[in-house]
């Protein structure tokens, strides 16, 4: 079964920390993708991030960087020096075969506050 | 801005009561998907629509349907409404299906019952 955890419901951190927002995987697949998503307050979901199964490279953006490591079936977010616009739930979600089509399975996602 | 457009934003009624959301998809994209948000729940897919066509099914109840039209726009329809119901509902698009692609979400629709 396709599954998705995030075992962190909730996390608080005071700006410019740093903070890692964990998630770990369960498929039977062997190419399959992983995604995040972030919901801000005003509640739109924003995607962020697509990887690719064979690709194990880690990937950063800005401030954002991403560790994706096959061995533990995790693709773990960080945030760098986190502000308070970062404030947000964010969903690790994963793309895979469920039921013969293909779907796109949440984590029950993780509440960011940064603190001033 | 994802490209995605969801009518209303808002929306609230009564149990028993039929209710019709709608989805506009990014421009070029011809899957569409309806997810359904709750707080006990969490993001559950509902459907998927391909080019006009059922492509998948989720966690949908017999109470709902949906449809994708010849342009491509889609429509949610919630019959029988009970107060379990009151939940956001995220319309998705991308450009044909795949699992390879990202979603990208319209800003939903807040459904409450009264």
């Known amino acids: 079964a396709q599954k998705v955890t995030q075992a962190q419901t909730e996390i608080s951190v005071v700006e410019k920390e740093d903070v890692t927002l964990d998630c770990v995987y369960e498929t039977r697949d062997t190419t399959y993708y992983l995604f995040w998503y972030k919901q801000p307050p005003s509640g739109e979901l924003v995607f962020l991030i697509r990887?690719?199964?064979?690709?194990?490279q880690n990937e950063i953006s800005g401030r954002y960087s991403w560790n994706f490591q096959k061995s533990t079936s995790s693709f773990n977010f960080t945030i760098t020096a986190s502000q308070v616009v970062d404030s947000a739930v964010y969903f690790c979600?994963?793309?895979?075969?469920?039921?013969?089509?293909?779907?796109?399975?949440f984590g029950q996602g993780t509440r960011l506050t940064i603190n001033p | 801005d994802s490209g995605v457009t969801q009518t209303p934003k808002h929306l609230i009624t009564a149990t028993g009561q039929r209710v019709t959301l709608r989805c506009s998809p990014r421009?070029?994209?011809?899957?569409v998907y309806w997810y359904q948000q709750s707080l006990d729940q969490g993001l559950q897919f509902l459907i998927q629509?391909?080019?006009?066509?059922?492509?998948a099914k989720g966690n949908i109840l017999e109470r709902f349907s949906a449809q994708q039209f010849p342009d491509l726009h889609s429509e949610l329809n919630l019959s029988s409404l009970e107060l379990g119901d009151s939940a956001l509902y995220f319309c998705?698009?991308?450009?044909?299906?795949?699992?390879?692609?990202?979603?990208?979400f319209g800003d939903g629709t807040r459904l409450s019952i009264l």
């Open positions: 629509y391909y080019n006009g066509e059922e492509r």
């Open positions: 979600a994963l793309s895979g075969l469920i039921q013969g089509a293909q779907k796109l399975v």
């Open positions: 421009s070029g994209d011809l899957s």
């Open positions: 990887r690719n199964s064979f690709d194990e």
């Open positions: 998705a698009s991308s450009h044909d299906g795949r699992s390879n692609q990202p979603q990208h």
